[in-house]
């Protein structure tokens, strides 16, 4: 995710992997709502949507009171409404190809996956960290052989004997095997300078060790299976996604997947851990785990002639102690926040880390964006880790618990608090809830995180301005309606709009454009907007198109039909290129499709429908600022937070 | 089409093609809803969907009381309703990208376009026609080299002297040309026995002439030029399609496209036919088409920097004397019918031609389907071609007409006529009416082509049966609503579940199966499919799996969340495999979904709720028989009529 944005954003850029092959089974497996959002604005999205099996239902079991399981309970897996996605299963395997593909078109093939290199030391150059043109972080790697390198992956379908790679039960640490190994042979080395480092490493990050870095947290008692499998069996819901407590043989979780697959999560209350806490990983093989699953799921029966991957795990949550070094070394996913699988989690909060991160460094890294936005990485994703791992804190023990006999069985699990929870819980799993705190990116009333005060309001004015958009609430991602093209009349999901190209936007709601007071008030904003010594022109690297660091994207919700592009809208709203003509692709109309229905953005948004507001827009689609048509200097304000502005005298020619 | 039939269905197919290149600009460009339909089915409708520019709204301009252009109509592009696609736009090079990859795909890489590769002779053997395992069609080919086999085509953006490549106006017969070119050099010969011959060797087909077959129909006075630029322009609809009348100055038709470039389609008022009714091609130019466009256009100013391709063409209509020769060679496309381009139907209804013969074809050869079968080709497409070559004639010349001055000009075209013809010609355009006639493989009243007789049923028996499922009528395709999936809830297209891979489909609309009698009549309707001497075993060639020829497919109407896969259908219906369990993507329901609404299916399809009816459907997802859930011996008869059938003695194993 983090090279992706390097791809589209144009930085030269090495990702460079110990392994020598990619993953090709198993692993994480479910895409929520806010990661197929963000792979759409990316522009693969659509593969996939298409290859996935998408899950529609949870039914939830549990003992009746003949201590039989029975299905007590159904409930949409996707909040009806949350987004235009809705969650979907494929292999990590098949993700990774979507992105090298994704890297390799947009960074026109120069940025590729080295495997088999290893890192040796880090170093940062202390006095460097804040001179812009430095390459302070000092890396040095080493090129395995290809046996070094190869992971002990399992193949398909084989029953191979370490179907626990890269689970928490394997202690052995093998990447100091492979320094070991490494250090035997003569493989080459080389030594990089840097502008920024990210360690995307792992649970086990050398990145992070490397820092001196820590997780912390605990593990619980609880330690689960896992089982892909092609399933033969008359339980009735293995097609939808179930929670399944049995009264006595623990729990199971059913992942329905791709290609016929199945994958269950399956507690093994028979395998526990020694005084030290540890599992003893001898007795765990997918025959064990296996059998624990026909235990829960009896009365129905489970059988399979094809395994597609195994694992086990000790659940146990973990959050990091600190996100960066500097701001020039950066740690994600697995390598800040461990915990359960369960809830679909770990690949998309990971995502989400480096999709938070990879603009803001790709920004700095070109001189477009102030370094002080790099700060804000950890203080907005360091409190949705420890949001997610309190989640999982409390959503584990309440599965791995047993299901209560009754009321007075106060030791048991309530299966309505457990309900109550999995709702709660889907809704946090959607991604769509992070709420950015104020900062120099979300100009919002709170306490700052220290990056740029000058951006938090008041609560006062702030709760004035957000009035003016209540749909779209400062620090949270920018929900999606459809709009109509004013100039061709097709319908687009205004998401569609907000491609993950680095650029910063601003929405013009600009209302009633038919309203002759509302015309004057556009038409001012404009006139601002065009103003050289103002934000646009002056974020505007010189010689380059007026739109390269900020798109301006108009909404506005007069008649389609009654209204004309080239006359009732300022120029910039839809600039003139003397070689293409009009821009056609800016201006939208909240209005009644032909095919698809009616958006009803202004009301959907809470924008007003005769006067409108202007809404800043992170690259990552964030909301960053929300103000009236008038307020241009608060728009000012904003961008002079976070991007570097050199005021022009001359306007560039577009 | 026709090799990605093969593809499909794995038949040994080879393709050649004189040119050494494919199209990579210009030439068709619109996409009707059909064949959107079709490539979906075939698995690339995606990406010619996320491609292509949408047309959503057609705008008219006429002449006002003034003789200016004014706006007169805003009309959907495409009927609302009629299809889950609209007509979109994208070249003919992407179009035949998307083909060749699925070729290659379906295939697995072992058909290919051979470039570069002249027929030289095509011979019948008369007497070994009907042989079912003879190669009776002999084809000697000559391979080009590369020079030899170089297309004139024209260079993207430049200003290249033949714009008019593959344009009728271009006499030269360079088809000649290339077979003088490869006799005076040293080329190397084949000769290929084949059992099928397929000539889609467009409007001067070597082919055709190589049959003796004709194109019998005339040309007209009218002259278009047609030109691919990226406009600058002050029109405001030129995002839109446009037809344009303009007083005096001819007539225009504006098509936006992809990339920013628009179609416009000229009339050229000052280029008319000498006395032999053929055009001075040294005449047309560039410059020439586009000073027509800016006089038609104005008062409004158009210029452009960027051209990406032009051509000009007399309009005539032209349809081929007959369609095949011993059901042995065919002739599709071009070759069997020509026309003005202005409807975006040359390759819309070219592809559906080879849409309709592929399969047919391809079960031939395979011996699953009886020869007879391949008559029908000619008796559905050539009706096709007449009614296009009539629509064509109609509509162009309405196009090319001066409009009226008012009520009394009777030499001019009347504009609210031309606006009915518009709007009946997009419903014809839409590909989506055409009604194939009575024969084996079409079931219903009529007179019958001479195919098949025994499947013709008297016009009283059939309204009877045709009544039971009012929205399919028997010989067209069938259309798609929303249902879900019994096992995982999931939403589906119902076409989505029509693929084209040749497999014929039985279509069990089971009706209330929550009802005991209701349940009784699908019981028995299952019997009977399950007995080893009926058609669906029969049809089965020894050792291939139950739905290798006929897949069926169950829609209920029963609440979802009331029934159950396992208990509540026949086992015929989701069959068991030992090694993958159950089938769980057979058996769909028509309710609401949690995320896409309610496809209403029984309403939309016009079948009874309660007691639901049985649908045959064609490999081309044309209805071929309708019948009630009693009426077993239709169907059966209705595959005897078409299929090969070895009633077998035991069950094969699936």
């Not at 301005?465 to 620090?475: E, F, K, Y």
Request: glycine share 8%; hydrophobic share 40%; proline share 4%.
């Amino acid at each position: 995710m983090a090279a992706c944005w390097m791809a589209h954003c144009g930085v030269k850029t090495r990702i460079v992997d110990k392994r020598n092959a990619k993953i090709f089974c198993g692993q994480a497996d479910g895409l929520q709502c806010r990661s197929l959002e963000i792979f759409d604005s990316l522009g693969f999205g659509d593969r996939a949507w298409k290859e996935a099996n998408h899950m529609i239902e949870i039914c939830m079991w549990n003992p009746g009171p003949d201590g039989v399981i029975r299905r007590s309970d159904r409930i949409p897996d996707t909040i009806v409404g949350l987004s235009r996605f809705q969650q979907i299963v494929i292999h990590q395997g098949r993700v990774e190809r979507f992105f090298l593909d994704n890297i390799k078109k947009y960074s026109k093939d120069t940025i590729h996956v080295e495997r088999g290199v290893l890192p040796e030391s880090l170093e940062i150059d202390k006095f460097k960290v804040e001179d812009e043109s430095a390459y302070p972080v000092t890396v040095k790697l080493r090129h395995l052989s290809e046996e070094e390198a190869a992971p002990e992956q399992q193949a398909t379908g084989s029953k191979a004997s370490d179907g626990l790679f890269r689970s928490n039960l394997v202690y052995e640490d093998d990447e100091d095997d492979l320094i070991q190994k490494s250090k035997s042979r003569a493989g080459t080395a080389e030594v990089v300078h840097a502008k920024y480092v990210i360690g995307c490493d792992g649970a086990r990050s050398w990145t992070r060790r490397a820092l001196g870095f820590e997780l912390q947290g605990e593990a619980s008692d609880f330690i689960w299976g896992v089982l892909d499998i092609i399933p033969i069996t008359d339980f009735p819901d293995i097609r939808m996604r179930c929670a399944i407590h049995s009264a006595e043989h623990g729990s199971l979780m059913v992942i329905p997947r791709e290609n016929k697959l199945v994958r269950l999560y399956i507690q093994l209350k028979e395998v526990t851990p020694d005084a030290s806490g540890r599992a003893d990983r001898s007795k765990i093989t997918p025959e064990v785990i296996f059998s624990a699953a026909q235990k829960i799921l009896s009365p129905y029966k489970l059988d399979y002639e094809y395994c597609d991957w195994w694992t086990a795990y000790q659940i146990g949550q973990r959050v990091g102690t600190s996100f960066d070094a500097h701001s020039r070394v950066f740690l994600a996913g697995d390598a800040v926040h461990t915990h359960s699988p369960k809830a679909g989690q770990g690949m998309n909060v990971s995502m989400q880390d480096t999709f938070n991160l990879g603009w803001k460094v790709a920004l700095a890294a070109k001189g477009i964006a102030k370094r002080s936005i790099l700060s804000t990485y950890q203080s907005e994703r360091q409190s949705v880790a420890q949001d997610l791992i309190d989640f999982d804190h409390r959503f584990s023990r309440l599965f791995s618990g047993r299901p209560a006999k009754d009321v007075m069985d106060a030791e048991g699990v309530n299966m309505d608090e457990f309900k109550a929870a999995f709702l709660k819980g889907n809704l946090f799993a959607s991604g769509l809830i992070v709420n950015y705190g104020p900062n120099s990116l979300v100009a919002k009333a709170g306490e700052d995180d220290g990056s740029n005060s000058a951006t938090v309001v008041s609560a006062d004015v702030f709760a004035k301005t957000q009035a003016l958009a209540t749909g779209l609430p400062v620090g949270m991602r920018f929900n999606s309606f459809k709009v109509i093209n004013q100039a061709d009349a097709r319908p687009w999901h205004f998401q569609e709009k907000l491609k993950s190209n680095g650029q910063f936007r601003v929405v013009l709601f600009a209302g009633n454009i038919l309203s002759a007071t509302q015309k004057k008030r556009v038409e001012k904003f404009c006139e601002a907007l065009g103003a050289p010594a103002n934000f646009l022109h002056a974020a505007t690297p010189a010689g380059s198109p007026l739109d390269s660091v900020i798109d301006v994207l108009t909404i506005h919700s007069a008649k389609r039909t009654e209204t004309d592009l080239l006359k009732d809208f300022p120029e910039i709203l839809h600039p003139f290129d003397p070689h293409t003509g009009w821009d056609y692709d800016r201006v939208f109309v909240d209005d009644a499709s032909y095919h698809e229905g009616f958006g009803d953005a202004y009301k959907n948004y809470g924008v007003d429908k005769e006067r409108g507001c202007v809404v800043a827009v992170r690259p990552d689609q964030y909301v960053g600022w929300v103000g009236d048509v008038e307020d241009f200097d608060g728009l000012q304000k904003y961008f002079e937070g976070c991007l570097v502005l050199s005021p022009k005298t001359e306007l560039p020619l577009r």
